[in-house]
């Protein structure tokens, strides 16, 4: 069983940065497919990027179009932990952000339901 806890949420100005961190524990966190989503109220939940292993046992990266060439996903191995470095902050990307893992290789990465664990959120207020 893995548990995720996530941190580093807040309230930043348009413009702004903030970096996210993921800490997981129970399984063995390098061979676990990570992602982060995020929820805004009203609205499903949503794709942000992925940093998931491959067949090969490399990692495959990938962004929703509304974040890319602002958010980078990273992960240390040897802190279980995976980031989420979010620069250029707009408005709408406030919501509350989710860290998800698996220990599968995934595809369909962008697929919430392809996730099987998941940390509590933590909330992200970007003003104008």
């Known amino acids: 069983q893995v548990q995720l806890v996530e941190s580093g949420g807040g309230l930043v100005q348009a413009g702004g940065s903030l970096r996210l961190s993921c800490a997981a524990s129970g399984g063995t966190f390098s061979t676990h497919s990570m992602a982060w989503f995020r929820q805004s109220p009203g609205n499903k939940r949503e794709f942000v990027a992925a940093?998931?292993?491959?067949?090969?046992?490399?990692?495959?990266?990938n962004y929703a179009d509304s974040v890319k060439g602002r958010f980078t996903i990273s992960r240390d191995n040897a802190k279980n932990t995976v980031y989420l470095q979010m620069n250029s902050l707009k408005p709408e990307d406030t919501a509350v952000y989710y860290c998800?893992?698996?220990?599968?290789?995934?595809?369909?990465?962008?697929?919430?339901?392809?996730?099987?664990?998941w940390g509590q959120g933590t909330q992200i207020t970007v003003s104008s």
């Open positions: 998800a893992a698996d220990e599968r290789i995934i595809q369909f990465y962008s697929d919430y339901a392809r996730y099987t664990y």
């Open positions: 940093l998931r292993r491959s067949s090969s046992n490399l990692y495959n990266i």
